[in-house]
């Protein structure tokens, strides 16, 4: 009996087909998302912090949203903006924190001393992290 192979997911097929959609529907935050996510797959950090950026300016107090910016800018080394990015994703209720603290797009922000800092006196002001 023949069998089916699982389907590979096309990562370029898939970046055209976003790219298409917000071609149409500029401001189409599930496309953005999506597209963020596979130029970060891609290695493409520059596009991905582009259009990161782009859903904090639509989306200003959404937390994955402002996450997933401090995980682009923590891959391009701008660790600054990376803090601000995770200050207000933790402000506006981010609190999957052992998905933080293991995140491989925050290796730059996560060995931060002031990153560090921070986020110690979080957790020994007793917020449930």
Do not use: W
Not at 33 to 41: G, I, P
Not at 70 to 99: E, I, T, W
Request: include cysteine; proline fraction near 5%; hydrophobic fraction near 40%.
């Amino acid at each position: 009996m023949a069998r089916n192979k699982p389907v590979q997911s096309d990562p370029l097929f898939e970046i055209a087909f976003y790219e298409n959609i917000l071609k149409h529907s500029p401001r189409f935050v599930e496309a953005l998302v999506a597209l963020a996510e596979l130029y970060t797959k891609e290695g493409l950090y520059d596009k991905g912090l582009e259009l990161d950026r782009r859903l904090a300016e639509i989306r200003p107090e959404d937390p994955v949203i402002q996450y997933n910016l401090a995980c682009s800018l923590s891959l391009k080394g701008d660790v600054p903006a990376a803090f601000n990015a995770m200050r207000l994703a933790l402000m506006h209720g981010y609190q999957d924190f052992a998905y933080l603290e293991k995140d491989e797009d925050l290796l730059n922000l996560l060995s931060d001393p002031g990153f560090q800092d921070y986020y110690r006196e979080l957790k020994n002001a007793g917020k449930s992290l």
